[in-house]
């Protein structure tokens, strides 16, 4: 009988280097199964550009790069899962031909946890647009777009993250301007391709540009203007209420109507 529960105990750590990418011999990068198994791959690692062997034959373990001659010490190399998907990620978006289609999710106001400051969308991405961050050796990195919308053109600042939790990531400051920031998870990016659900290559594409349910806004740029706007409406739903209830007596006690007059003293000083 097959166990699925034994799938689930597998823990993946960021410290176990299952390289997914590296480079072909004209220098573009390419996923473990889109190569001829082993050292025929003809495949050399994105960091430290020593030969590396396509581990590709069907074991238990993920498809994988693994450097040809492992363990020299003279051997500089920063590689890891994170970085070398990455690098995967800033091929696919240069290597588009069209503008990229992102979808976006909604974001409601904390001001009542109903209002919408963006809607969920599908954005169109000018690829040749894209300004690239340092990637640093993180588990994060980040990159500016231009969003093309109505022929206008806005900024966009998109983080792909491994980070389990949340991460500590909010608006991006890009050019004197705090940009929206879209925090894209791709932490279970290692399963999918461990369980060789898709190709590698094609299931990246839709973690970054089409999955649901990994992504969120960090920061938004209409944040503070929906917050301002849906405080004036309720300053002037208040300030309806209470000059109706100076004109007809009969709404509101002495007292309702001292502490009405207060609240409304006290949101104009907030202003
Ligand atoms: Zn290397």
């Given at each position: 009988?097959?166990?699925?529960s034994?799938q689930d105990?597998?823990?993946f750590?960021m410290?176990?280097?299952?390289?997914?990418?590296?480079?072909?011999?004209?220098?573009?990068?390419?996923?473990?199964?889109e190569?001829?198994?082993?050292?025929?791959?003809e495949?050399?690692c994105i960091?430290?550009?020593s030969?590396?062997v396509?581990?590709?034959?069907g074991s238990?373990?993920?498809?994988?790069?693994?450097?040809?001659?492992a363990?020299?010490?003279?051997l500089k190399?920063?590689?890891?899962?994170a970085?070398?998907?990455?690098?995967?990620?800033?091929?696919i978006?240069t290597?588009?031909?069209?503008?990229?289609k992102l979808?976006?999710?909604?974001?409601?106001?904390?001001y009542?946890?109903?209002?919408?400051?963006?809607s969920?969308?599908?954005?169109?991405l000018?690829?040749?647009?894209?300004?690239?961050f340092?990637?640093?050796?993180?588990?994060?990195w980040?990159f500016?777009?231009?969003v093309?919308?109505?022929?206008?053109?806005?900024?966009?600042?998109i983080?792909?993250?491994?980070?389990?939790?949340?991460?500590?990531?909010?608006?991006?400051?890009?050019?004197?301007?705090?940009?929206?920031?879209?925090?894209?998870?791709?932490?279970?990016?290692?399963?999918?391709?461990?369980?060789?659900?898709?190709?590698?290559?094609?299931?990246?594409?839709?973690?970054l540009?089409e999955?649901?349910?990994?992504?969120r806004?960090?920061?938004?740029?209409?944040?503070?203007?929906?917050l301002k706007?849906?405080?004036?409406q309720?300053?002037?739903?208040i300030?309806?209420?209470r000059q109706?209830?100076?004109?007809?007596?009969t709404?509101?006690?002495a007292?309702?109507?001292?502490?009405l007059?207060q609240?409304?003293?006290?949101?104009?000083?907030?202003?």
């Amino acid at each position: 009988m097959l166990d699925l529960s034994k799938q689930d105990v597998y823990v993946f750590s960021m410290t176990e280097i299952l390289i997914p990418f590296a480079l072909n011999k004209n220098g573009e990068q390419v996923s473990v199964d889109e190569v001829e198994n082993g050292l025929g791959c003809e495949c050399i690692c994105i960091s430290c550009k020593s030969r590396m062997v396509a581990k590709n034959n069907g074991s238990e373990k993920q498809s994988h790069f693994a450097h040809y001659r492992a363990g020299k010490a003279d051997l500089k190399c920063d590689i890891t899962f994170a970085n070398s998907v990455f690098w995967m990620s800033e091929s696919i978006i240069t290597t588009s031909l069209t503008n990229i289609k992102l979808l976006t999710p909604n974001l409601l106001s904390e001001y009542d946890n109903k209002t919408e400051v963006t809607s969920a969308g599908i954005r169109e991405l000018d690829v040749k647009t894209v300004d690239f961050f340092p990637k640093n050796n993180g588990s994060s990195w980040t990159f500016v777009v231009e969003v093309i919308a109505n022929n206008l053109r806005r900024p966009l600042a998109i983080t792909l993250s491994f980070d389990k939790g949340d991460g500590c990531h909010g608006a991006i400051s890009y050019k004197g301007k705090f940009l929206s920031n879209l925090v894209i998870n791709l932490s279970e990016l290692h399963k999918i391709w461990r369980l060789k659900k898709a190709g590698f290559r094609e299931s990246l594409h839709y973690e970054l540009f089409e999955n649901p349910n990994n992504r969120r806004w960090a920061f938004h740029e209409r944040t503070a203007k929906v917050l301002k706007q849906l405080d004036e409406q309720r300053l002037s739903g208040i300030s309806a209420i209470r000059q109706n209830s100076h004109s007809q007596n009969t709404m509101f006690s002495a007292k309702e109507q001292a502490s009405l007059d207060q609240l409304y003293r006290e949101l104009e000083r907030e202003r």
